[in-house]
């Protein structure tokens, strides 16, 4: 099944590809065929991907200009952008009284202002030619709250209003606006917290559902459903977890 009405497959946007669930996504989608616009700061590990038809671009989404312009480079390329998967984001866990306050910033300015980075960069052209899909990575924790998540429930929350929003904007161009909210998905996502008894909390609540969560192929799946359907059919939200992941 394919979104489009043509027969070739069409430009996607995939953020945070060089690792998790941005990078199983990549995959899925170049297996069907789609040229890729692939954005992270760490180049080597999408070149190593070696997928055909697309374009690595180092990038730190928080930089507005460089993602605009490498947008437009692929689409120089490829032609015009039908999706962006706006999955990259940090998990930064803490308890608010001790966290560094850098900490929040630097999740609420990827997590939310990284993605509507993304958002800007395709949306105009989208809205023009009254076609696309924006597909915005958010989370459980963007339903609900979970211990020393205060700043990243804070972000999560955040990316699920103004994707609702969104949507209800871009519903009268014609253009796809998705949430998907994943539960524990065996990533490299915790790696970057700094607390080391939080990071083993963490582990030992994975470990509550048998060690067994999420992987990133599940997630990239949910993604590549939403948008295989036609462009008229949008699903609004995926909520997935492991079947075990009871919060
Ligand atoms: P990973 O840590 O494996 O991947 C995160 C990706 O984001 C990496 O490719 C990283 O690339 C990229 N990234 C981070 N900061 C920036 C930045 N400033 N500019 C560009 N790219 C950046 O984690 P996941 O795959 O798990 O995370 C993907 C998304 O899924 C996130 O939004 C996360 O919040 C969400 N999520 C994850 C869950 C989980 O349990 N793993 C659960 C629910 C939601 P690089 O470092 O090369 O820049």
């Known amino acids: 099944m394919s979104s489009t009405t043509t027969s070739s497959p069409r430009l996607i946007v995939i953020t945070g590809a060089s690792s998790g669930i941005g990078l199983a996504t990549a995959q899925k989608l170049s297996a069907l065929g789609h040229p890729l616009l692939l954005l992270a700061r760490r180049l080597d590990r999408m070149q190593a991907l070696k997928l055909p038809n697309a374009l690595c671009v180092p990038l730190d989404i928080c930089d507005r200009a460089a993602f605009v312009a490498a947008v437009a480079s692929a689409e120089a390329q490829f032609g015009p952008v039908d999706a962006i998967i706006n999955n990259a984001g940090v998990m930064l866990l803490g308890e608010v009284s001790t966290q560094d306050p850098e900490q929040w910033d630097r999740m609420f300015d990827v997590n939310v202002k990284g993605l509507l980075n993304g958002v ?75 607390d080391e008894g939080i990071k083993t909390g963490y582990h030992a609540w994975k470990e509550s559902m048998g060690g067994v969560v999420l992987s990133a192929d599940d997630v990239a799946a949910a993604i590549c459903y939403a948008y295989q359907q036609p462009q008229g059919v949008c699903i609004r939200e995926i909520v997935l977890a492991a079947t075990r992941q009871q919060a």
Do not use: C, D, Q, W
């Not at 009268?172 to 917290?193: M, S, W, Y």
């Open 120 to 194: 800007h960069a395709v949306s105009a052209g989208m809205v023009a030619r009254r076609t696309g899909t924006i597909i915005n990575v958010g989370s459980v924790a963007g339903h609900k709250a979970f211990p020393n998540h205060v700043a990243y429930v804070g972000s999560k929350f955040a990316v699920h209003g103004l994707t609702e929003n969104l949507r209800e904007e871009m519903s009268a161009h014609n253009v796809r606006v998705v949430t998907i909210a994943p539960g524990a998905v065996e990533t490299e996502l915790l790696g970057h917290t700094t």
